[in-house]
């Protein structure tokens, strides 16, 4: 085991002594698929396949993957706005899957949402007022003139003026409409928000406004977020911990700087070494991912990555892979750190582009993932190719989320 320190995360540290807020168990989400007109049942979406994970109290987790692997559909399904196919969720100790339609009511003032739309997720035909203050005069916390009141502290607090009440949502910018959905989930005091790709439609500059905007409610508000995202300089900059979903099931989730310092999962290095370096001096080894994903209609058998993985061996096309906790924190789902079915031949995992810390030898360098920001140039010469030919990127971030011209790397898009 190398013996490079590690940074301490005292959110983490804390969260060792302490009872999850949301616990997901084996979450599981098929859409159906019919035909003809009789609407014949002929197969299902895997959308979500078995997905667990925890949330501490004022813990932010990441969930970063490929454009439809299902991360979206996990959040909206642990809130229980889809319905799920099996599994369960625990908010607390209340299985929110069992409490009656009067419970949930109850419930949702604790467990909010963000949507990723910051244009079609406001009502074009309400007042500023409406929108944030209707939730509050549902559950009855409040209304008229203290509804008015509460809204206009609302819209100060995310940093827009109070007069903006009587406005609609047209007359905003793109970044002014997410910080009203952003008050519109903090009107009911929540534990719990699912932040559902909140920055993704917005410009650079703005995306660093708005996650400074979330980290500082986080701390005021003592907020718990399920960050979903495809950048991954933001997710790295505002996570605690970060799962890594691909095909419906999380591949990889560990504390922020494991994650970076030491992927495990092939995929999870395939999608670091996605990064470009923005010093031409500097060589980096990239990672071509051959092949297409999968569908999730008919996902493969055994390992879901096996069909693309550089160091796929024999029991992954066949045995589908449990998680393992590989080391303390830090979950794989991969044969190769099962120890029933790790490989004997240690040659297997030099077909790896990281070979993990504990294989390393002492005289061996470590290569770790590199954190630095490309350009926007940068980017679209050293386009990742994750399929037979090259994909276009997404929008990105800056890497020290301050207002910047120099955007980061994105999650390359299936």
Do not use: W
């Amino acid at each position: 085991m190398s013996t490079a320190l590690k940074k301490e995360n005292p959110k983490m540290s804390a969260n060792t002594d302490r009872e999850p807020l949301v616990r997901v168990r084996n979450l599981q989400k098929y859409f159906p698929i019919k035909k003809g007109i009789f609407n014949r049942h002929v197969g299902d979406v895997k959308a979500v396949d078995g997905v667990s994970f925890d949330v501490f109290p004022n813990e932010t987790l990441g969930l970063v993957g490929e454009s439809g692997c299902g991360k979206t559909t996990t959040g909206r399904t642990l809130l229980n706005l889809l319905e799920p196919t099996g599994g369960k969720v625990y908010f607390r100790d209340d299985s929110i899957y069992d409490l009656s339609e009067e419970q949930m009511r109850a419930l949702r003032r604790k467990m909010q949402i963000i949507f990723q739309d910051p244009y079609s997720s406001l009502n074009p035909r309400m007042t500023i007022e409406n929108i944030i203050g209707e939730a509050m005069e549902f559950h009855g916390i409040a209304s008229g003139d203290e509804r008015r009141q509460k809204v206009e502290n609302l819209l100060e607090r995310v940093g827009l003026q109070p007069s903006y009440i009587t406005r609609y949502p047209h007359e905003f910018s793109g970044g002014q409409r997410q910080r009203i959905g952003i008050a519109r989930a903090l009107a009911l005091n929540p534990d719990f928000i699912v932040c559902d790709e909140a920055v993704s439609a917005l410009d650079v500059s703005v995306q660093a406004q708005v996650i400074n905007l979330l980290q500082d409610l986080q701390e005021e508000f003592n907020l718990s977020y399920l960050f979903i995202a495809h950048d991954l300089s933001v997710v790295k900059h505002i996570s605690d911990r970060i799962a890594v979903m691909y095909l419906g099931q999380v591949a990889e989730l560990a504390e922020t700087d494991d994650l970076f310092d030491n992927p495990l999962h092939p995929y999870t290095q395939s999608l670091l070494s996605a990064i470009p370096v923005p010093d031409p001096k500097r060589k980096k080894t990239r990672v071509i991912l051959k092949g297409d994903v999968p569908s999730p209609i008919n996902p493969p058998s055994g390992c879901r990555f096996h069909t693309r993985c550089p160091a796929c061996f024999a029991p992954c096309d066949n045995v589908e892979p449990r998680s393992i906790e590989a080391e303390p924190g830090h979950f794989v789902r991969c044969h190769l750190y099962d120890p029933e079915y790790a490989p004997k031949d240690a040659s297997v995992f030099d077909r790896l582009p990281v070979k993990p810390r504990h294989l390393a030898s002492p005289d061996e360098p470590i290569v770790e993932a590199d954190e630095s920001a490309p350009s926007a140039a940068d980017q679209e010469r050293d386009e990742v190719v994750v399929e037979t030919q090259s994909d276009g990127g997404n929008s990105a971030d800056a890497g020290g989320l301050e207002e910047s011209s120099t955007p980061a790397a994105t999650v390359p898009e299936s």
